[in-house]
């Protein structure tokens, strides 16, 4: 086929290097607390699964004949449990965010005829954000309360003559004193819960949108190049949620 030249192969070697030797291993005895203590390590308030629907469209930078193949790996950038204070044990809400980064294979054409097309497989790697909020039951441990930041006044008494038409020499002003201010504010920090990714699933179906035939080039009957796919994904993602407490781990044997 005219126009369409093999790739220049490699020169030297591709591969170096080979089996490692075996390196040998003793086992050292594990020593542990056996007196019990109080340690702060996270627990496990929940594990759950979200589905999130995606809908997006893809615009590749060439014209395309077809997918040859699409990895996918999900990112999440954000997770927040949004607690009421008034009910620690909740239910509450998580709010997520992330993207799915999608490397996407996909064939070229530099030449063609009426029986075969050559070209190039090229690469594409976007990201295809998404984003929900969804309600969360608590099914480990019982959320610590939320302790709220405090701030209260406080002022002294105080008396003072009182000068001027209308009052008795023997008069006193009795009241707080207004010349002064007095606080007393407390904060606590309390801790966050947060989330650890277990599994991520994603079914997908992917559409080409307006594919079309060159109109100065000669192709099979049923070949068309496109530059948009229109993407759905039903994504399964399975995480838990967490947070330190403080837990008593009793001694051996207790």
Do not use: W
């Not at 627990?43 to 589905?51: F, G």
């Not at 997520?96 to 294979?105: E, L, P, S």
């Not at 000068?163 to 904060?187: H, V």
């Amino acid at each position: 086929m005219s126009g369409c030249f093999p790739p220049p192969k490699p020169k030297g070697k591709v591969v170096t290097g080979g089996v490692q030797p075996e390196c040998s291993s003793v086992t050292v005895p594990i020593i542990g607390l056996a007196t019990g203590a109080t340690v702060k390590i996270p627990v496990v308030l929940a594990e759950l699964t979200l589905q999130v629907n995606i809908n997006s469209t893809i615009t590749l930078p060439e014209p395309a004949l077809e997918i040859k193949d699409i990895k996918k790996r999900v990112k999440v950038t954000q997770c927040l449990l949004l607690q009421d204070p008034m009910m620690p044990a909740g239910p509450a809400t998580l709010s997520i965010k992330g993207f799915v980064r999608k490397n996407i294979d996909y064939s070229t054409r530099l030449c063609s005829n009426t029986e075969g097309v050559c070209g190039d497989i090229r690469h594409c790697t976007v990201d295809v954000p998404f984003s929900c909020m969804a309600p969360v039951i608590f099914n480990g441990a019982t959320p610590a309360s939320l302790l709220l930041n405090t701030s209260e006044e406080f002022e002294f008494f105080r008396s003072q003559p009182l000068k001027g038409p209308g009052f008795a020499e023997k008069d006193r002003l009795l009241s707080g004193d207004i010349s002064e201010f007095n606080q007393i504010s407390q904060e606590f920090f309390n801790e966050l819960p947060f989330c650890e990714l277990i599994s991520a699933r994603i079914v997908e179906f992917d559409e080409y949108l307006n594919r079309r035939r060159p109109k100065t080039a000669v192709l099979p009957f049923e070949e068309k190049e496109f530059r948009q796919l229109e993407e759905k994904m039903v994504l399964f993602l399975t995480l838990k949620i967490l947070q330190n407490q403080q837990v008593v781990i009793p001694a051996n044997g207790v």
